[in-house]
């Protein structure tokens, strides 16, 4: 299963979570070391850094063996997600939601990866771009 989403990067972040969690404390967790790896890892939710602070293409793989869309992949990222409810959201870190989704998945822990590409595609006014940032979400058996 996939799912594309154009996402509000406003703070250049956006947030994928199960459906009943918190995450008030995510500012807190931007440390220079998450804002250089780019990637928050959360209880119940992961922030995934960009390079722009507008909208961004977000690409959500659930137990995917497909090839990553084209482009150069320029860094990573690892981290477990818990999805206890079966529902996970994607949304900008101030949109409510609006810009992102829902996804149904089997309740569980899942293994996640973000590929973060074309990064160096970015215009100076941080705005237009052809970065893209791709989470594959893969089932955990602990």
């Known amino acids: 299963m996939e799912a594309e989403f154009n996402i509000s990067t406003d703070f250049n972040q956006f947030i994928v979570f199960d459906s009943t969690v918190d995450f008030e404390d995510l500012y807190e967790k931007w440390t220079d070391e998450t804002v250089e790896s780019m990637f928050v890892q959360g209880d119940g939710y992961i922030a995934i850094g960009t390079m722009r602070n507008f909208y961004a293409p977000v690409l959500i793989r659930f137990e995917s063996d497909r090839p990553v869309p084209a482009g150069s992949v320029d860094k990573t990222a690892h981290g477990v997600l818990d999805v206890p409810s079966g529902v996970v959201e994607v949304s900008g870190s101030t949109d409510n939601g609006l810009s992102g989704g829902t996804l149904n998945v089997p309740p569980g822990k899942y293994l996640v ?14 705005i237009e771009g052809d970065d893209r940032y791709v989470i594959t979400l893969t089932k955990s058996d602990a």
């Open 113 to 126: 990866l973000v590929e973060y590409l074309n990064l160096g595609s970015i215009a100076d006014d941080g």
